[in-house]
């Protein structure tokens, strides 16, 4: 039987915002959505500060008991010793992160993460109790060559190697020609790709954890192309850069179904 997926719209921040900044944007981000009476059952809501922000983000949400979760851009396949400027997923777990986004293409263009550094980094999120974003996404030349699913779908099959699917899993589709380039892809080819996902997911963790799992678009998502996105069956939220920066922007696409009527 098909379950109900909550939607997700995760705010990336990328290497932005500061941890007074973060507090400003974040309680200003609550009160946007408050005043707008938006219903958390219509989406749910994260941001992805940087590092240095979370223990600001923490003490905020817990003080004010704010309906937002948070998480961290990264995490080591390490839990503790000399990695020096890694960060454990037991760091993370302390500060109550719910999430944590894994293999976001930056990290694997700039930092050269493999598949397999990006499989460690999901079973380390796991072993803190935290729930992965898997990021995957394929390059234009990888469109070109190889067509729009199977660089995703091998990416997606190496992260989830030796995973239990019983404990917290989202995927994050993200070509990568749509990141921060204002061409977002057509929401066709998102759930193109996020059915195959799906597919997969059914494969290898079985078919309640796949009817379970969200799978988010990410590339050039804005207010004004959210809606679209989120009708498709297999499309359960976006995974949000440059727009999720701007409290107007973001906080209109959290709240996509009443301002299209969707
Ligand atoms: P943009 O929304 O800026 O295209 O970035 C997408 C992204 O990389 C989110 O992780």
Same mark, same amino acid.
């Given at each position: 039987m098909a379950v109900k997926r909550t939607p997700f719209i995760a705010g990336?921040?990328?290497?932005? =915002?500061d941890h007074l900044q973060a507090i400003a944007f974040v309680q200003k981000l609550a009160w946007a959505l408050a005043d707008a009476k938006h219903?958390?059952?219509d989406a749910e809501v994260a941001v992805f500060p940087p590092f240095t922000d979370l223990r600001s983000v923490q003490t905020l949400v817990s003080a004010d008991s704010l309906p937002i979760a948070y998480g961290a851009q990264d995490v080591s #396949?390490?839990?503790? &010793? #000399?990695?020096?400027g890694e960060i454990s997923g037991a760091f993370l777990a302390q500060l109550d992160c719910r999430y944590v986004i894994i293999g976001h293409s930056e990290r694997r263009t700039l930092?050269? +993460?493999t598949d397999a550094d990006v499989n460690a980094k999901v079973l380390a999120a796991h072993r803190h109790g935290l729930v992965p974003v898997v990021c995957v996404g394929e390059t234009a030349d990888d469109l070109e060559a190889h067509g729009p699913s199977a660089v995703p779908v091998a990416q997606l099959r190496a992260a989830l190697? &030796?995973?239990? %699917?019983?404990?917290g899993l989202v995927v994050a589709y993200e070509p990568v020609w749509a990141i921060g380039s204002g061409q977002a892809a057509t929401p066709a080819q998102a759930e193109q790709v996020c059915s195959a996902l799906r597919a997969l997911i059914a494969e290898l963790l079985g078919d309640e954890v796949a009817s379970a799992t969200r799978i988010l678009y990410g590339g050039s998502v804005k207010a004004a192309n959210i809606a679209s996105f989120l009708r +498709?069956?297999?499309?359960? &939220?976006a995974l949000v850069g %440059?727009?999720? =920066?701007d409290i107007d922007e973001f906080s209109s696409i959290v709240r996509f179904k009443k301002h299209v009527g969707a």
């Open positions: 990336n921040w990328k290497m932005n =915002l219903d958390f059952a #396949a390490h839990d503790s &010793g #000399a990695y020096t930092h050269h +993460e190697e &030796g995973v239990d %699917g019983s404990k +498709e069956p297999n499309v359960d &939220g %440059g727009a999720s =920066l």
